[in-house]
């Protein structure tokens, strides 16, 4: 999986509304630590991943269907443990975008 990190002083808001928003393809990944200062969210069709946390932010470009569902599982686990419930997928109200997740065999991640 290809990882860059970089520094974006902003907020969430930022990205909710503009690059990771659900007209470009991205679904929120929700968890119990949401915040202004933290987001994760997913594209299922470019199989991207990205997490913004208080100015840092993380790309993660899988090179596979099965990688990307993996990460996202991965993250999963990692909520769970960590005490912020579980990380689910908000496809919105996009059936397509909701239909990549479950042909990613993700549907029970879904909400």
Request: hydrophobic share 40%; with cysteine; charged share 25%.
């Amino acid at each position: 999986m290809k990882i860059t990190r970089e520094f974006a002083p902003a907020d969430r808001y930022l990205y909710d509304f503009g690059l990771c928003s659900y007209a470009n393809g991205w679904a929120q990944v929700d968890t119990a630590q949401d915040a202004s200062y933290f987001g994760t969210w997913a594209n299922p069709t470019r199989l991207l991943i990205f997490n913004y946390c208080e100015g840092d932010t993380t790309l993660k470009e899988a090179a596979s269907p099965e990688e990307f569902a993996a990460e996202l599982r991965a993250i999963d686990e990692w909520n769970i443990r960590a005490g912020h419930g579980p990380a689910r997928i908000d496809p919105g109200y996009d059936p397509a975008m909701k239909a990549d997740f479950e042909h990613l065999g993700l549907a029970d991640m879904l909400h």
